[in-house]
Nanobody
């Protein structure tokens, strides 16, 4: 079992930055694939970014490319999402998730086995 706890969300003006954290407990996440998803009101949960279990491969949604950076701190079993140049359309609940290697597409929420409770990000115009 892996427990995930996000933090770092909040209210920010357009153009601002936030850094989301996701602390894992229960077992190490060093050998697991990691991802960030988000869900806006009335919309389906969507992929934001993913990081391979090896830590050397990253993937981003087109909406996140050039603005968001996913990273991990293996020594503390923590996942991060640095978000810069935030836009009102980035407003959503952000979730971190982990998946076992080889368990489907990193872009698909159904491939992830454990999820955090989410953290609200609100970007005002």
């Amino acid at each position: 079992q892996v427990q995930l706890a996000e933090s770092g969300g909040g209210l920010v003006q357009a153009g601002g930055s936030l850094r989301l954290s996701c602390a894992a407990s229960g077992r190490t996440i060093r050998s697991l694939g990691l991802g960030w998803f988000r869900q806006a009101p009335g919309k389906e949960r969507e992929f934001v970014a993913a990081l391979s279990w090896s830590g050397d491969v990253t993937r981003y949604a087109d909406s996140a490319k050039g603005r968001f950076t996913i990273s991990r701190d293996n020594s503390n079993d923590t996942l991060f999402l640095q978000m810069n140049s935030l836009k009102p359309e980035d407003t959503a609940i952000y979730y971190c998730a982990v998946r076992f290697p080889g368990s489907g597409s990193k872009y698909d929420a159904g491939s992830y086995h454990y999820w955090g409770q989410g953290t609200q990000v609100t970007v005002s115009s």
